[in-house]
């Protein structure tokens, strides 16, 4: 898939297990850069962990990105129409979406001929940042630069 230089790239995803962990992750991609993150709470669901890592990706975009169509790589895109459960995350989401002058286009996994690659290395991040909450709490962190470039070399 060639970058566009008006489209930036959003792959997302959130994950949850039993005892109520749960984590997200993202990768962004603008122009030629490329950048992810990955992050953990405790005492939440899929949904909220979906939720917050859109929030997450969109809030760091750069404002050069807001013009330009945003393409939103999502393996539910159920999370894009609001949620009854967690509504101020919904309220946080619709705000950051509303900002953008830009066009919306939204990617299904089920539909994206290279959605294994995208939602193996993104589900494995979401994964380890349940875990890692487990024991530290909720936290965000960048994923490192290398295994960015390793899911722009082969999910893309």
């Not at 060639?2 to 790239?9: E, H, K, R, Y």
């Not at 760091?60 to 101020?88: C, F, I, R, W, Y």
Request: proline share 2%; aromatic share 8%.
């Amino acid at each position: 898939m060639a970058a566009s230089a008006n489209t930036t790239d959003v792959w997302i995803h959130g994950a949850c297990a039993g005892g109520g962990y749960g984590g997200w992750s993202y990768v962004v991609r603008e122009g030629e850069q490329w950048r992810g993150a990955a992050g953990g709470a405790t005492r939440t669901d899929a949904e909220a962990m979906a939720l917050t890592g859109l929030v997450a990706a969109i809030e760091a975009l750069g404002e050069a990105s807001k013009a330009g169509q945003l393409a939103l790589h999502l393996t539910d895109v159920a999370m894009l129409n609001g949620s009854d459960t967690h509504p101020e995350l919904a309220r946080r989401l619709a705000k950051r979406l509303a900002d953008r002058s830009g066009a919306l286009k939204v990617v299904e996994a089920k539909t994206a001929a290279n959605a294994a690659a995208w939602t193996a290395f993104l589900a494995s991040w979401a994964d380890f940042a349940r875990d890692r909450a487990k024991t530290r709490g909720a936290f965000s962190a960048p994923i490192p630069k290398l295994n960015v470039a390793k899911f722009a070399q082969d999910a893309i």
